[in-house]
């Protein structure tokens, strides 16, 4: 049996593909569950029975404890979160407590527990906000424009913190946007694949979009999650930038996904002042140079690649 992983937000989208990518390295992985009224393990159900799925919360420091306490793991990836943006104007305290103090609570747990543990923060490009730099890299300085913007800032540098207080081998990956077949529905990238596909199939005729304008270095999920692994395997901790390099703007995902269908997507597409932000992220694009150097990371799936991954596992769940 190799190392012991712990993974919070395991049912996430990341949380699939890490554990996928841990299991295929003779890891043993446990995961954190928290206890809802209906079961949330669609992603990782085809992998369950090789996972070891434990109770606990990111609110619940005791519960972080106690499991820390069971089982050991040398190395701990928290990746659980309130993640989406949107969301964090309507719940900024749920989206603190999670998000932000989540983090103090699993890294104090490690400290009392067992400090030797290796520890990944899933940072994110959304602290770039309103960018002072293009590209961003791992020195630009952070101006983040949501609540949720806000409490990742906090989490990374308790993250930096904890690593200069306590010695602690704690790193935070700053990663851009990554998506796949597997993210949530809300999200912009799988909301249009998603809608494209039900539209191409009759299923519905329009779909309803808020800033057409703004841009994202968008990667696939399943390239970011290595990164992550090859960030606890250094021998020093530091923070990453991880990217593509590349910026597209939502006009061109609607352009590519509907596109990929032989659809014009301004047939289709409706712009709904209601899903526009209060503050808006304009433009983001990374530059994980430091990743390539260090980690020798290399994003393998190109933006186009991906919308066709997604615009096709969408459309197949649908024509069966
Ligand atoms: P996701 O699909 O929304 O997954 C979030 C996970 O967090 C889920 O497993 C969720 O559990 C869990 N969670 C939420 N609140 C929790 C709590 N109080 N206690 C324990 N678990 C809790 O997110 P993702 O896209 O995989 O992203 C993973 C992480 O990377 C997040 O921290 C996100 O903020 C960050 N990030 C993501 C991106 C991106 O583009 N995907 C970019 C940068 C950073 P349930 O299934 O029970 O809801
Ligand atoms: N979700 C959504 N829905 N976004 C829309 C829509 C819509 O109908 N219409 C336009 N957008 C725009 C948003 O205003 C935003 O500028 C962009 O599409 C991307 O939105 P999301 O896909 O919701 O992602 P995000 O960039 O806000 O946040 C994601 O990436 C962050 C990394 O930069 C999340 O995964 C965060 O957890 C992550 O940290």
């Given at each position: 049996?190799?190392?012991?992983?712990?993974?919070?937000?395991?049912?996430?989208?990341?949380?699939?593909?890490?554990?996928?990518?841990?299991?295929?390295?003779?890891?043993?992985?446990?995961?954190?569950?928290?206890?809802?009224?209906?079961?949330?393990?669609?992603?990782?159900?085809?992998?369950?029975?090789?996972?070891?799925?434990?109770?606990?919360?990111?609110?619940?420091?005791?519960?972080?404890?106690?499991?820390?306490?069971?089982?050991?793991?040398?190395?701990?990836?928290?990746?659980?979160?309130?993640?989406?943006?949107?969301?964090?104007?309507?719940?900024?305290?749920?989206?603190?407590?999670?998000?932000?103090?989540?983090?103090?609570?699993?890294?104090?747990?490690?400290?009392?527990?067992?400090?030797?543990?290796?520890?990944y923060q899933a940072s994110s490009s959304e602290m770039f906000g309103r960018v002072r730099q293009v590209p961003q890299d791992e020195t630009t300085p952070f101006y983040p424009r949501s609540p949720y913007g806000v409490a990742k800032v906090y989490g990374h540098w308790i993250t930096v913190n904890y690593r200069e207080s306590y010695g602690l081998f704690a790193t935070s990956g700053i990663l851009f946007n990554h998506e796949s077949p597997r993210r949530g529905l809300e999200?912009?990238?799988?909301?249009?694949?998603?809608?494209?596909?039900?539209?191409?199939?009759?299923?519905?005729?329009?779909?309803?979009?808020?800033?057409?304008?703004?841009?994202?270095?968008?990667?696939?999920?399943?390239?970011?999650v290595e990164a992550m692994v090859a960030m606890l395997a250094r021998d020093e901790p530091t923070d990453y930038v991880i990217a593509t390099g590349q910026t597209h703007s939502v006009r061109e995902l609607c352009e590519v996904a509907f596109g990929t269908l032989g659809l014009n997507w301004e047939d289709h597409v409706v712009v709904d002042p209601a899903l526009l932000r209060p503050a808006e992220v304009d433009l983001l694009v990374g530059d994980a140079s430091r990743a390539a150097r260090e980690l020798s990371w290399r994003a393998q799936v190109d933006f186009y690649g991906l919308i066709e991954m997604m615009v096709a596992a969408d459309r197949a769940a649908l024509v069966g």
């Open positions: 049996m190799g190392p012991t992983a712990l993974i919070t937000g395991i049912t996430g989208q990341d949380g699939s593909y890490l554990a996928e990518l841990l299991l295929s390295r003779g890891y043993r992985v446990i995961g954190l569950l928290r206890r809802t009224s209906t079961t949330s393990i669609e992603r990782i159900g085809h992998i369950q029975d090789r996972l070891t799925l434990v109770s606990g919360d990111l609110t619940d420091e005791v519960s972080l404890i106690n499991l820390l306490r069971e089982f050991r793991p040398a190395e701990v990836y928290n990746l659980a979160a309130q993640s989406f943006v949107q969301v964090s104007w309507s719940q900024p305290v749920l989206t603190g407590e999670t998000t932000a103090l989540g983090v103090t609570r699993l890294l104090d747990a490690i400290r009392i527990v067992d400090p030797e543990i290796r520890f999200f912009v990238t799988r909301k249009v694949t998603h809608g494209a596909a039900r539209i191409a199939a009759g299923l519905q005729r329009e779909l309803r979009l808020g800033n057409l304008e703004a841009r994202r270095d968008w990667g696939y999920a399943g390239d970011y």
